[in-house]
């Protein structure tokens, strides 16, 4: 069974950081591009950051480059996102997205069940 | 970037019915579409890729179909448990892939 679980979320002030954590677990982590989507509260789907299988490609939302670095330990079966310089409007729940299609496709196949972050003094 | 605009907002449904969800693209996404549906306090569930092909797992009540810019997602016979949020997604360019608005399927 699919499953990607994670962590890292919690309560940071305007400026601050923050690394959220995904573990993956029940398929080759290393096969897949993945991604964090974000949700504001009450809004929809944004998509923020992807991954490819071996690190080799990062791709990221105008919003936050330069502040957020997605990546991955295939050995670990973990993806991360660090990010830095936080926003009020960073306040968001970050899922954790597996990509589905490749190589042609890019729609999310499987999700996590998401990890809050807020921003605020 | 492409943007996509679902309507309506909000649909009113009875248990039974039909429900036509509607997903526009700005520009020509192809076939290259994804529906979500999302619960309350729950992640978003993939339903339907490549414009029509149901994921594994989806009950055949659902059903998607367009090509270009015009996109429709059908629930045929409306049950309890398909009152939620549902979005679209485009992955014809990107980055970035876009996701519509939402269109929240309420009772009606």
């Known amino acids: 069974e699919v499953q990607l679980v994670e962590s890292g979320g919690g309560l940071v002030q305007p400026g601050g950081s923050l690394r959220l954590s995904c573990a993956a677990s029940?398929?080759?982590?290393?096969?897949?591009?993945m991604s964090w989507v974000r949700q504001a509260p009450g809004k929809g789907l944004e998509w923020v950051a992807n991954?490819?299988?071996?690190?080799?490609?990062?791709y990221y939302v105008d919003s936050v480059k330069g502040r957020f670095t997605i990546s991955r330990d295939n050995a670990k079966n973990s993806l991360y996102l660090q990010m830095n310089s936080l926003r009020a409007e960073d306040t968001a729940v970050y899922y954790c997205?597996?990509?589905?299609?490749?190589?042609?496709?890019?729609?999310?196949?499987?999700w996590g069940q998401g990890t809050l972050v807020t921003v605020s003094s | 970037e492409i943007v996509m605009t679902q309507s309506p907002a909000t649909l009113s449904v009875s248990p039974g019915e039909r429900a036509t969800l509607s997903c526009r693209a700005s520009?020509?996404?192809?076939?290259?579409l994804a529906w979500y549906q999302q619960k309350p306090g729950q992640a978003p569930r993939l339903l339907i890729y490549?414009?029509?092909t149901r994921a594994t797992g989806i009950p055949a009540r659902f059903s998607g179909s367009g090509s270009g810019t015009e996109f429709t997602l059908t629930i045929s016979s409306l049950q309890s448990e398909d009152f939620a949020v549902y979005y679209c997604?485009?992955?014809?360019?990107?980055?970035?892939?876009?996701f519509g608005g939402g269109t929240k399927v309420e009772i009606k």
């Open positions: 997205a597996r990509r589905g299609g490749y190589p042609l496709g890019y729609y999310f196949d499987y």
């Open positions: 029940g398929f080759t982590f290393s096969s897949y591009w």
């Open positions: 991954i490819k299988q071996d690190g080799s490609e990062k």
């Open positions: 520009q020509s996404v192809s076939s290259n």
């Open positions: 490549g414009a029509s």
């Open positions: 997604q485009q992955y014809n360019n990107w980055p970035p892939v876009t």
